[in-house]
């Protein structure tokens, strides 16, 4: 059997089915109202606390070295920890907060004073 080139035409292509077009409505867009997930992370507070050994002077030091603060205002956190027992020389994220206790350690061992600070979450 002999085929033949097929005489049927072929359909024209059918344009897409679109949604009629709408007024524009000038652009607004409105972003959903989410509760927020994520929360900030918890800070923690490097505090001195005052023993009756160490000298003033070396407290002042360590507080500019390791807190980066100005002998002024060491001084005025030195006096503070002389006189109310404790106070706080920085806030910082966990991690660093920690090496800042590690590295106030170190420095008074190596001095051989009983300087002693402590870490704990900002309320
Ligand atoms: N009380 C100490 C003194 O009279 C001084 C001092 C201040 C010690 C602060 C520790 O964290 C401290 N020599």
Same mark, same amino acid.
């Given at each position: 059997?002999?085929?033949?080139?097929? /005489?049927? @035409?072929?359909?024209?292509? *059918?344009?897409?089915?679109?949604?009629?077009?709408?007024?524009?409505?000038?652009?607004? $867009? !409105?972003?959903?109202?989410?509760?927020?997930?994520? /929360?900030? @992370?918890?800070?923690?507070? *490097?505090?001195?606390?005052?023993?009756?050994?160490?000298?003033?002077?070396?407290?002042? $030091? !360590?507080?500019?070295?390791?807190?980066?603060?100005?002998?002024?205002?060491?001084?005025?956190?030195?006096?503070?920890?002389?006189?109310?027992?404790?106070?706080?020389?920085?806030?910082?994220?966990?991690?660093?907060?920690?090496?800042?206790?590690?590295?106030?350690?170190?420095?008074?061992?190596?001095?051989?004073?009983?300087?002693?600070?402590?870490?704990?979450?900002?309320?």
């Amino acid at each position: 059997m002999i085929f033949m080139a097929s /005489k049927t @035409p072929t359909p024209a292509p *059918v344009a897409p089915r679109t949604r009629p077009k709408e007024a524009d409505d000038g652009g607004d $867009v !409105v972003l959903e109202r989410r509760t927020q997930k994520t /929360k900030p @992370p918890q800070m923690y507070q *490097v505090v001195m606390l005052n023993d009756d050994y160490t000298p003033m002077e070396f407290v002042v $030091v !360590v507080i500019q070295e390791f807190f980066n603060k100005d002998r002024e205002t060491a001084t005025q956190i030195m006096l503070k920890i002389h006189l109310d027992g404790k106070a706080i020389c920085g806030v910082y994220s966990r991690d660093v907060a920690a090496t800042k206790v590690d590295q106030v350690q170190e420095a008074a061992r190596q001095a051989g004073h009983p300087l002693q600070c402590v870490s704990e979450p900002v309320e």
